[in-house]
Nanobody, 124 residues
Framework: QVQLVESGGGLVQAGDSLRLSCAAS????????RAWFRQAPGKEREFVAAISWPAGNLDYADSVKGRFTISRDNAKNTVYLQMNSLKPEDTAVYYC?????????????????WGQGTQVTVSS
């Protein structure tokens, strides 16, 4: 099993920045992908960004390209989501997800492991 714990959420104003962290523990894989999804009130959960190991492939949702950056620290087994120029429409619960293969799918059904989520609220 893999345990994922998110942190770094909070309440910010439009234009501010936040960095989310996702620490993993438990089973390790030779290749894997870690991703961020988000779910706004009344909406379905949607893909935000993903990064693979060891290839380092990246993918981003169009809505966050140029504003969000996903990165990893292998020594800490942690993935980050740097969010800049935040907008009220970025308000959501952000979830970290993981899968045991090195591709970067955007569908949530492709990810076997999930964290509990961290709330991000952006006020206008």
């Amino acid at each position: 099993q893999v345990q994922l714990v998110e942190s770094g959420g909070g309440l910010v104003q439009a234009g501010d920045s936040l960095r989310l962290s996702c620490a993993a523990s438990g089973r390790t894989f030779r290749s894997y992908t870690r991703a961020w999804f988000r779910q706004a009130p009344g909406k379905e959960r949607e893909f935000v960004a993903a990064i693979s190991w060891p290839a380092g492939n990246l993918d981003y949702a169009d809505s966050v390209k140029g504003r969000f950056t996903i990165s990893r620290d292998n020594a800490k087994n942690t993935v980050y989501l740097q969010m800049n120029s935040l907008k009220p429409e970025d308000t959501a619960v952000y979830y970290c997800a993981a899968r045991a293969f090195g591709t970067v799918p955007t569908q949530e059904k492709e990810y076997a492991y999930w964290g509990q989520g961290t709330q991000v609220t952006v006020s206008s």
